[in-house]
């Protein structure tokens, strides 16, 4: 318990390092995965008292209140909801222990400090989640369009001249459908595995 105090006393008690996949079921994050739906690790930073679990899913990030405390929150950040932006690296200088990753998910951001022997791996992640808040941008552009198109259509309708048969309640429930399969499946990235297969090399 004292070197933990020291540690913290020190500044270098939370400073994070990147787990090797041969011992990702060692880790708590592991008891959280959807492995039903096909969820799996492809990084993971870990430090004396937090998780940062990159999935193909999610960010499953297992906070700890401190550095001596068993206490845990799991909290999970699916990336079909929350943006990733603002992605960088900070390096380290001379005398510095440690680099920064730092992103924002939907306004929540995150800073995580890890051993700088680490910054080849590290430039991996940093390149998955760039990936990653490009196509969900592409995603949203999509969505946007889909509902630009629904207020076109609306338009026609109100003006009858709307083609097809059936009336009004079969056009609509044709048109609600394929929104939803445009706004919720294609347009709608929620498995990143390919992304992170192509990046990571660890």
Partial sequence: MFKRLAAGALGISDIGVIVDPADYNKVDADDYLFNEDGEQIFFLIKSKKDEYCFTNLALIHVDGDSAISSKRSIKRYDYSSHQISKVTIETAGTL????????????IVFSIDIKKTFIEQLKDIYKAL????????????????????L???????????????????VQYGLLLEALNTSMFDTHTKRDFSDVFTKYIHN
Avoid at 96 to 107: A, C, R, T, V
Avoid at 135 to 143: F, V
């Fill in 130 to 149: 760039i990936t990653i808040g490009k196509q969900q941008k592409r995603d949203a552009a999509s969505r946007d369009n889909a509902m630009r198109t």
């Fill in 151 to 169: 207020d076109a259509t609306a338009s026609v309708h109100k003006l009858n001249i709307a083609p097809g048969e059936g009336g009004l309640a």
């Fill in 96 to 107: 510095d222990m440690d680099i920064e990753l730092k992103f924002d998910l939907e306004g």
